[in-house]
């Protein structure tokens, strides 16, 4: 389903490309969608989710169903009455969020004053997406995975249909995507409410601060805050150098982060998904082995996948980039520009998904003040080689560090839980990165040898598309078979049984 989402999240941004291109306007957009989004990543599905999960496991297996369903009554109305509070902030404070994480556009006043018109329009978009995430945690933990996933979609079609629709009909066509966000918000937690009834746990929400579960939960949450959400504060950081930067920066950034976003949320945010509710499961029921095997089999996965997956988009960047989005108001050098940055955060796109998987190794067991030293240090990191690589790189130093920052995060994370004892790496670990290493060696030299930028940029639209999917398909066969013939069988890191 996160797959089937992604798709068509591709085909919104190709829409966008083509009919927006990547100027000031676009900037401005960006950034007024980036506010809530991050907002969206900090608290709801980052700090929320990861404390919210374990509770509600711990209820699930602990305690009566009348208990659990008095949880999610306190948990939905006392978060509905917050995120109301924050949202009547955020729309009436914009001039000054605007400001803040793109204070370079106070230097363009029809810039600056775009974003705060957008901003109040996609800032409730907080509201109804963090109320989503939570509906989502409840179907998660009882195992109804693809209805949360499936649920994205409906962002990608309003936007798509305030592009064709609305824009046509307003003096500002870019003012119909923030109209889309707004509206995408609230049909996304009407779409789970039959889903939740089906279950019987579409309860009448109440707000109550003092209810146990939700100060259990709030108590965890505050840590996790900063320890659960490292990258998206990286992400925000380049947002906001660089609104100092050339028009288009911005957009640069988004677009490239958007092809990172790919792999992660198909595999990392996927498996980070369904591993959190087993984890939490697993301690809650005092079995350590089992807790400890689903975090090496997860992390075995991570590096089948996302190092290849790596390695592709550094290679294949530009090619990508022109084949999706070189169309319109998308131009030949806003392609070369985006592949920059796009082949900086490769770089850091196994560590991306590392601290999806590890982050619940921690949070699992309600051990959230790990996380957040860890996510510390990290920021100091990033903010240190952002101020310096940008001077260096311009948007492409932006993204390079943050990939750097996460690779940092995600080693600490790792050593973190070793040194707890909670994660045994079972045996066999050598193997299996040299067995993956040779494969990616092989997979390496089809992909350079494989194409020439200023062909595939004078191509049209049905030829980039041919000879991306044909350089895709011919590159996993090649990399599969390769682990094939040194003796890897992907039955070997599947689960003896999956807990759903």
Known sequence: MTFFSRILGFIRDIVIARFFGADSATDAFFVAFKIPNFMRRLFAEGAFSQAFVPVLSEHKEKESE??????IAATSGTL????????????????VLIYIFAPGFAQHGSQYDMAVDM??????????ISLTAMAGGVLNTFGKFAVPAFTPIFLNLSLLSSVFWLSPLLDEPVYALAWGVLLAGAVQLVFQFPFLNRMGLLVRPRFNWADSGVQKTLKLMVPALFGASVTQINLLLDTLLASFLVSGSVSWLYYSDRLVEFPLGVFGIALATVLLP???KSHAAGKPSSFSNSLDLSLRWVVLIGVPAAVGLCFLAQ?????????GEFSASDVKMAALSLMAYSVGLVAFILVKVL??????RQNMKTPVRIGMIAVGFNIVLSVSLVFVWQHAGLALATSLAASVNAGLLLKGLLKEGVYTPNSGWLA?????LIANILAGIIYYYGYSVEQWLAWNAFERAMYLTLEIIKVVVIYFASLYVLGLRVKQLMPEKIST
């Open 66 to 71: 009348r208990s659990l369903k008095e949880l």
């Open 80 to 95: 509905a009455v917050i995120l109301f509070l924050v949202t009547l902030v955020g729309v009436l404070g914009a001039p």
């Open 119 to 128: 901003l109040r329009l996609t800032f409730p978009y907080l509201m109804f």
């Open 278 to 280: 087993n984890l939490s």
């Open 319 to 327: 090619p990508m980039l022109a084949t999706l989005f070189q169309y």
């Open 359 to 364: 982050v619940p190794g921690f949070t699992s």
């Open 432 to 436: 299996f990165c040299v067995k993956v």
